[in-house]
């Protein structure tokens, strides 16, 4: 009698399972890649906070299909510039569904100050100093310190999803150093920040 065989499961099909009270999607892409994405926090029973199984899986398909659209690079390639990991930020923030004044603040960010400061610069040759002085050149432009501060965490989370990405190793706006403030209270570039990279997760 022949043995049975199981059928190879196709590129891009992959699963959804839960982890530490959150769900995670693993699959292999079209390129052979096996990759493995944090898709968001379960919902717990009678909270409205998190995702149901449903939006899980409908989420972990847009994941896909965002991964498609931006592979990463084939070894050798040159690596992207500031201003096009920018713009992918951007499209991942827009399929997550933040909402639109975030996303329109994005855009202004990157137009106005990334994109002509920063932007042609390939992210892979971006270290700290650069970065620093990224900030400097927002101050002399007469910008308020908490303004540059938010900018500056933008560029943190346009780096970070570098990483997501696997076309960083490193963020090197981590150890950057930033206009001091000189009030208590919640740091305004970590609050922007956080809803970055909340909105990624």
Not at 57 to 62: L, M, N, P, Q, S
Not at 70 to 80: H, K, Q, S, V, Y
Not at 145 to 166: C, Q, T, W, Y
Not at 185 to 197: I, Y
């Amino acid at each position: 009698m022949p043995a049975k065989t199981t059928a190879k499961r196709g590129y891009g099909t992959g699963h959804l399972y839960e982890k530490s009270g959150a769900f995670y999607g693993r699959w292999r892409t079209a390129d052979g890649r096996l990759l493995n994405r944090r898709v968001g926090a379960v919902r717990a029973q009678g909270s409205t906070v998190g995702l149901t199984r449903a939006q899980a899986e409908r989420y972990f398909r847009k994941l896909q299909e965002a991964e498609e659209l931006n592979p990463r690079p084939e070894p050798g390639a040159p690596a992207p510039t500031v201003d096009e990991l920018a713009t992918s930020l951007r499209e991942r923030l827009e399929l997550r569904g933040v909402r639109k004044s975030y996303l329109e603040n994005c855009e202004y960010m990157q137009r106005v100050h990334l994109r002509p400061l920063i932007g042609v610069r390939r992210a892979s040759e971006v270290d700290r100093r650069d970065v620093e002085a990224f900030g400097r050149a927002l101050l002399k432009r007469k910008l308020a310190p908490k303004s540059v501060r938010n900018i500056m965490g933008f560029l943190h989370a346009v780096f970070e999803h570098g990483i997501d990405r696997e076309v960083l190793r490193e963020n090197p706006a981590r150890r950057a150093e930033k206009p001091g403030r000189h009030r208590s209270g919640p740091s305004p570039d970590l609050q922007f920040l956080t809803m970055a990279l909340a909105a990624l997760n």
